[in-house]
């Protein structure tokens, strides 16, 4: 479109849109509808997942779910007291399934899978996962491989990564 004439003044640009803390994750592929609740850092120097199975973590450093750079989310496989976690299926999700992140001011964004990786403990791209520029993506973040009895954990993590899904 042609420039305004100089003496009148340009439109004003469209207001970013606010995004918000998330509140609600649902992965309508695996029937996930679960709370967020924000976490950061525990004393181990790993980032925090909350105690209850049932709700995901947002990690509260970086950046919200449609920000740019990497949104992280993060949950439980399980618990030998709670049971199944709300992110145990997330390595069943294959490109192109959605996953929606709901916000504290009722607005709801929906992202597209584009990739599922796994990694042992040791070898995590943590720099990727959580880099805070680039495009925006929102990566669910749980733990994946065998179960290690001598230190009451798994051995990998897997990551599901997905971007905003088209308009």
Same mark, same amino acid.
């Given at each position: 479109?042609?420039?305004?004439?100089?003496?009148?003044?340009?439109?004003?640009?469209?207001?970013?849109?606010?995004?918000?803390?998330?509140?609600?994750?649902?992965?309508?592929?695996?029937? #996930? /509808?679960?709370?967020?609740?924000? &976490? +950061? !850092?525990?004393?181990?120097?790993?980032?925090?997942? $909350? *105690? %209850?199975?049932?709700?995901?973590?947002?990690?509260?450093?970086?950046?919200?779910?449609?920000?740019?750079?990497?949104?992280?989310?993060?949950?439980? #496989? /399980?618990?030998?007291?709670?049971? &199944? +976690? !709300?992110?145990?299926?997330?390595?069943?999700?294959? $490109? *192109? %399934?959605?996953?929606?992140?709901?916000?504290?001011?009722?607005?709801?964004?929906?992202?597209?899978?584009?990739?599922?990786?796994?990694?042992?403990?040791?070898?995590?791209?943590?720099?990727?996962?959580?880099?805070?520029?680039?495009?925006?993506?929102?990566?669910?973040?749980?733990?994946?491989?065998?179960?290690?009895?001598?230190?009451?954990?798994?051995?990998?993590?897997?990551?599901?990564?997905?971007?905003?899904?088209?308009?």
């Amino acid at each position: 479109p042609a420039a305004p004439p100089a003496d009148q003044p340009a439109p004003a640009a469209a207001p970013d849109p606010v995004i918000a803390d998330p509140t609600r994750l649902q992965i309508p592929a695996l029937a #996930v /509808d679960a709370p967020v609740e924000p &976490v +950061g !850092v525990a004393d181990d120097g790993e980032i925090e997942v $909350p *105690g %209850d199975v049932a709700t995901v973590g947002w990690y509260r450093f970086g950046p919200v779910p449609g920000a740019a750079g990497s949104s992280v989310l993060v949950g439980h #496989v /399980d618990d030998y007291r709670q049971g &199944v +976690g !709300v992110l145990a299926r997330i390595g069943d999700l294959e $490109p *192109g %399934d959605t996953v929606e992140v709901a916000d504290s001011e009722g607005a709801v964004r929906s992202f597209t899978v584009i990739a599922r990786e796994q990694w042992s403990k040791t070898e995590i791209p943590l720099d990727r996962l959580f880099d805070r520029g680039g495009e925006p993506r929102l990566v669910l973040l749980t733990c994946g491989g065998a179960f290690d009895d001598s230190r009451l954990g798994y051995t990998d993590n897997i990551a599901v990564t997905a971007i905003p899904s088209p308009s």
